[in-house]
């Protein structure tokens, strides 16, 4: 998972993940799913992850190790983020977890200052010397 901000800068990865609840799931042990996935695994990025989780993991692991492959699935499969945040490297945006749901969507608001950042550079190209009408609404309360 990476930073969705469009204006981001950088990387926006890894997501610095925060965990305030974690749920211990009990799906059963599946050998075969971690011997899969394992060559296919971002290891810093799990690595990372398991730091965040407080899970000790070995520096190099191997399938044929079968308590780091159950440890592995645990963590994998069995620890839920379900309150907590991902935080983008790059640009600071945190995107957060409810309900065990990282929340990747930008909020309606940022999206809208994305198409106005763009529009208004489009209208300073073209426009530079227009009056600035649209304050007067700001200052009319009294
Ligand atoms: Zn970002």
């Given at each position: 998972m990476a930073c969705t901000k469009k204006q981001c800068v950088g990387r926006g990865f890894p997501l610095k993940l925060e965990a305030n609840e974690i749920a211990q799931l009990s799906q059963p042990f599946n050998y075969e799913f971690v011997k899969n996935i394992f060559p296919k695994l971002d290891w810093n990025g799990i690595q990372l992850v398991a730091k965040q989780l407080n899970v000790v993991l070995p520096e190099q692991g191997s399938v044929e190790d079968e308590e780091f492959v159950k440890t592995l699935f645990n963590l994998l499969c069995?620890?839920?983020?379900i309150n907590g945040s991902l935080t983008c490297p790059s640009c600071n945006r945190v995107y957060p977890i409810e309900v065990g749901i990282p929340n990747m969507l930008l909020k309606e608001e940022e999206i809208y200052q994305d198409i106005q950042r763009m529009a208004d550079k489009e209208k300073e190209a073209q426009e530079?010397?227009?009056?600035?009408?649209?304050?007067?609404d700001e200052e009319m309360e009294e």
């Open positions: 069995n620890l839920k983020v530079e010397e227009s009056d600035e009408e649209e304050d007067s």
